[in-house]
């Protein structure tokens, strides 16, 4: 039991005016059925965004679990969105791969609101195959921050969305195999040695991946899914599929995203930058996977925005949730106005073709301005759906 959580619960619950004749989470749980909503939900990834929003200093939050749950529910107070998402950052997901002395030296804050910045744990292929054939991350696992905080702060979440009666839901989010396998290297090198490496040994690296994984499914199972958790938000790691990337190596997230489909209700993928359609559609026929945060169109594809929404409502047509706009960069840098104009657009190309989710294609960046959020939120809600 969370005295922050009982604190807001009791500030919130029976107290908030009604949106629509839905309630938040009836609206995700429709969207993700290809069911009609009220209104188009709207869910924009707060994570880093919201900490700040709240007031605090991404330093100031990192080893304190309550003050990241309460800008999370601080947010969501003022915001109303459709679904309140973790907080999450990238020491969550690797520190556990070395031991705590090498930590201050591969994460590293700069300013207030910045990313928190990582250098890659393993400098070559050969590094990063030993660290998982040793069992790294489960040697230094419990006095990570996958334990000492994402845990905690996953549970608090998940005990203010029942107390609350599950009014809004909370988005679980975890990576797959291959985000794991761009991210303990870093992007560029494993992009690199998947063309340099022999293919078996790329091969090899990504079963470890797939391995670990799928175990780690266990414990999503046990205490988020066991603590309510219904919502789960899958990163993928786009950002290495290109065409051929694709057809050798993308089995092991599909087997990753179907497993988990098996253990949480509505599972959406999360596909990062430079969308490959044959990528967008390989993700569509991932059973259990019922919707697409999508993001950009791929290098050389010369479409216009509203072309683009609807080549991807078309791919998800009778299976997926289409999940985007505004562009994380138009979030941050763009009008509230041209916010507005994108999420119409987005909605207008989607809806004749499955339900839509406002929801921008990466995570809102901490530096975008808080008009431009309450922008996408009012647009959704502007428009009943007939
Ligand atoms: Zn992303």
Redesign the pocket.
């Known amino acids: 039991m969370s005295r922050i959580v009982d604190e807001w619960v009791s500030r919130l619950k029976g107290k908030l005016p009604p949106i629509g004749e839905m309630t938040h989470w009836e609206r995700m749980a429709a969207a993700m059925r290809l069911e009609r909503t009220d209104f188009v939900p709207v869910a924009p990834e707060l994570d880093y965004w919201q900490i700040t929003y709240a007031g605090y200093s991404h330093q100031e939050i990192y080893h304190d679990v309550d003050k990241t749950t309460d800008a999370c529910i601080r947010t969501w107070a003022d915001l109303r969105t459709d679904a309140i998402w973790m907080y999450v950052d990238i020491s969550h997901q690797i520190e556990n791969f070395i031991p705590a002395e090498r930590r201050p030296h591969h994460f590293i804050h700069r300013g207030e609101k910045d990313y928190l910045m990582f250098r890659p744990l393993a400098a070559t292929l050969d590094e990063a195959i030993a660290m998982y054939e040793r069992r790294d991350y489960e040697k230094y696992l419990a006095d990570s921050r996958a334990v000492t905080h994402y845990t905690p702060h996953m549970l608090q979440l998940l005990e203010f969305q029942e107390k609350m009666d599950r009014q809004v839901p909370v988005i679980i989010g975890l990576a797959t195999p291959t985000n794991y396998a761009e991210t303990i290297v870093e992007v560029q090198n494993f992009q690199k040695w998947m063309v340099t490496e022999p293919k078996e040994k790329v091969r090899r690296y990504l079963d470890l991946c797939l391995q670990e994984r799928l175990a780690a499914l266990e414990f999503y199972r046990e205490h988020a899914v066991g603590n309510g958790a219904v919502f789960c938000c899958l990163?993928g790691g786009a950002r290495t599929w290109g065409p051929r990337h694709l057809e050798a190596f993308a089995d092991v997230d599909r087997i990753f995203g179907e497993a988990a489909g098996k253990i949480f209700e509505h599972v959406f993928w999360?596909h990062?930058?430079r969308n490959l359609p044959g990528a967008l559609q390989m993700i569509s026929e991932i059973p259990g996977v019922r919707g697409v945060q999508y993001?950009m169109p791929y290098y050389g594809q010369q479409v216009t925005w509203p072309e683009w929404f609807e080549q991807a409502a078309k791919i998800f047509k009778g299976r997926q949730c289409a999940m985007n706009a505004p562009t994380t960069q138009l979030a941050c840098h763009g009008s509230a106005d041209e916010v507005r104009g994108m999420v119409r657009e987005f909605i207008d190309a989607t809806l004749p073709h499955t339900t839509a989710c406002v929801m921008p294609?990466?995570?809102i960046d901490s530096f975008s301005p808080t008009e431009n959020v309450r922008a996408m939120i009012e647009t959704a809600r502007s428009r009943r759906i007939d």
Request: glycine share 24%.
């Open positions: 990163f999360h990062c930058g993001d294609g990466c995570e």
